[in-house]
């Protein structure tokens, strides 16, 4: 079945730093979707990604969609305490119900 | 405010008990689900629901059954048959086939003593 998964697992940022977090899939992805999970929290919605090549930005937040539509990428600029939590990608092969998350990657920021 | 209702936030079970996980939305969405987060792995998906009195098995639907008696409301219930019970259980929704995003609950946390 279609798995996405996603790297680093773990990220530690010094407050003020960038950093990227990928997500890949197995299969092509006919949209991708991007949540940040607050600690002791559940997943909130952050943006859709549709077309191929596509990029967004919210603020500090720049999210890619690949070339082939089988990755995606999440980058964080000048990183503050607020940016800590889990941040998951969850993509579906097709128009259906059905996302695949992928595991994560759990950002701790450092003052 | 429109959102998800989840109940209860912390759960305790016995050994070979069925239990029932409450999930309540009013945000109108035609489409429910419910996932299990475990440290480290994501969230896995159960089941998931795109009308009333229909829905599917996700990926590990084994030890898990649901009921979709009205728009609102997708209860989960954890049956003796699953293995290994214990995890955060999350509910969501969403709007059609979920382009807009998944809308969760506060979530479940289930422990078997």
């Known amino acids: 079945g279609q798995q996405v998964m996603q790297i680093p697992q773990y990220q530690h940022v010094q407050e003020g730093e960038d950093f990227t977090t990928y997500c890949n899939s197995s299969?092509?992805?006919?949209?991708i979707q991007w949540y940040k999970q607050r600690p002791g929290g559940h997943p909130v919605f952050l943006i859709q990604?549709?077309?191929?090549?596509e990029v967004k930005k919210q603020k500090r937040l720049t999210f890619q969609f690949g070339e082939a539509k089988k990755n995606s990428s999440l980058h964080i600029t000048a990183t503050q305490t607020t940016d800590v939590g889990t941040y998951f990608c969850?993509?579906?092969?097709?128009?259906?119900?059905?996302?695949?998350f992928g595991a994560g990657t759990t950002v701790t920021v450092r003052a | 405010d429109g959102g998800i209702t989840q109940s209860p936030k912390y759960l305790f079970r016995k050994e070979g008990q069925n239990v029932t996980l409450s999930c309540e939305q009013n945000l109108n969405h035609d489409a429910m689900y419910w996932y299990r987060q475990d440290p480290g792995q994501g969230l896995r998906l159960i089941y998931y629901?795109?009308?009333?009195?229909?829905?599917q098995k996700g990926d590990i639907a084994e030890g898990y059954s649901v009921s979709r008696e009205k728009k609102e409301s997708f209860p989960l219930t954890v049956t003796s048959a699953q293995k290994n019970p214990t995890a955060f259980y999350l509910c969501?929704?969403?709007?059609?086939?979920?382009?807009?995003?998944?809308?969760f609950g506060s979530g479940t946390r289930l422990t078997v003593v």
């Open positions: 629901s795109q009308i009333v009195n229909d829905f």
């Open positions: 969850a993509g579906s092969p097709g128009n259906d119900y059905k996302l695949s």
């Open positions: 990604l549709v077309k191929s090549g």
């Open positions: 299969t092509t992805l006919s949209n």
């Open positions: 969501a929704s969403s709007i059609g086939t979920g382009g807009s995003g998944y809308t």
